[in-house]
Structures are given as C-alpha cells and as structure tokens.
C-alpha cells in the first residue's frame, strides 16, 4: 500500500459525458501527478501539482482539467469524453515536487474509466 | 529526460536472481536512475533509485555502471508475486523549476516460473 488513494476504482461512462475522479496523496506529501494508461499509449504524465498551484503540464488535452485544493486532494475532471479517453487514470504523490531526493513518486492505485 | 532501451521481456526460475539490464546512453550527469515495477495494471511501484553508487534496499539492488550509460536491477531471490512489467527510468533530480515527470517506456515483461 502507497499510501495513495485514489476514487472511484471503476467508472462506467457514456461519450460526452462528464467525470471526475478523485486523488488523496500521501500524508506529508505536497506534489501530486496525474499519468494516464491506455493501451496503445502507455503510461503518459498529464500534470502536475504542487501545494495547490499547476507545476507542469504533459500531453493533456483541453477537455481535461484538474486541480488541487487546500487540503491536498487532487481532482481530475474529464469533460466531453470520448471513446478513446478509456484507460487507467493514475494518482502519484511525492514530497516536495522540487527535485532531489525527495522526488520519489509514490503511485495510487488507479481508476479505470471505460467509455462507452 | 534521457532515454532508456530494455529488452521486452525475460523469463527467471522462482527462487533464482533476476537481472534487468537497461541501457541509457545518453544519461545526463544530474539524471537519476530510477526502477518502478508494474504488476497487472496495478500501479507502478517504486523500487528503488540511484545516481553513480551501487543501492541495496529491502526489495532490489541497482547496479549502475561506472560511466552511467547502461544499469542492472538485481531481484535476489524471484518470486511468482514478482512476475511485472519493469521500467527503467532516467529522471533529472536536481531542483530548478524543472518538470519532474516520470517517462514511462515501454519496459521489461519478468515472467517468473516455478
């Protein structure tokens, strides 16, 4: 167990619906990072956040958005969705998200949305 | 970020050392190796990271070689609940507003078999 969180598990969804899921990061823990996984893609970093303000961003689309709030949580919205937006959606957390030693990436265990 | 070059898949006998090698040629001297296993869409796990020094942790060892170019993960004694895929990542460590993203590659499929 990480120590991650990550809400719901599953989500079953219609095309140009709306959703959004959910990220608790580590206890301490001030960075969170958004990674999608789909089958023909891999794993990809989608954005980052540290201490509520968007660090980084990856290849994301404009359909998607996230942000993180006071107490730390993460909340992926994905909005007029599409087929091809089925795949594992992943929560990591780490320390500081100012590099060093501290970065070490801790990982949820993911939500898998199906798009149909 | 540097990239990394893994072999698709390798099979280890349950009980036996299993050695992941990973190639990163191009490795910069503030880029960290770092080794994360993912077990049938679980999420990625960390395993362990390194710079320049051999690393030894409850799970793994690293070995990295002396010009950084290319590194090992040693499993010590494999076992059936180690069968993952395995990625090799090379990360810049340093601060400076840099992205601290993770690029996954396509890894390394350990099959372990009794």
């Known amino acids: 167990d990480s120590g991650v969180t990550q809400t719901p598990k599953h989500l079953i969804t219609a095309t140009g619906q709306r959703v959004t899921l959910r990220c608790s990061p580590r206890s301490g823990d001030l960075s969170v990072y958004w990674y999608q996984q789909s089958l023909d893609q891999g794993l990809q970093f989608l954005i980052q956040y540290y201490n509520g303000e968007e660090r980084a961003k990856g290849n994301i689309l404009e359909r998607f958005s996230a942000q993180q709030f006071p107490d730390l949580h993460s909340e992926l919205n994905l909005s007029s969705l599409e087929l091809g937006d089925s795949a594992l959606y992943f929560c990591?957390?780490?320390?500081?998200?100012?590099?060093?030693?501290?970065?070490?990436?801790?990982f949820g265990p993911g939500t898998r949305l199906l798009v149909l | 970020d540097a990239k990394t070059t893994q072999p698709p898949s390798m099979d280890c006998a349950e009980g036996r050392a299993a050695n992941l090698p990973c190639n990163h040629s191009t490795i910069s001297g503030n880029e960290y190796v770092y080794w994360y296993r993912q077990i049938h869409s679980q999420g990625p796990q960390y395993i362990i990271h390194g710079l320049k020094n051999n690393e030894t942790n409850e799970m793994a060892s690293l070995i990295i070689t002396e010009d950084r170019k290319s590194s090992t993960l040693i499993l010590p004694h494999a076992t059936l609940r180690d069968t993952a895929v395995y990625y090799c990542?090379?990360?810049?460590?340093?601060?400076?507003?840099?992205?601290?993203?993770?690029?996954f590659g396509k890894g390394t499929l350990l099959t372990v078999n009794p």
């Open positions: 990591a957390s780490s320390v500081a998200g100012t590099g060093g030693l501290r970065e070490t990436q801790y």
């Open positions: 990542i090379v990360r810049v460590g340093d601060s400076g507003g840099s992205n601290y993203k993770l690029t």
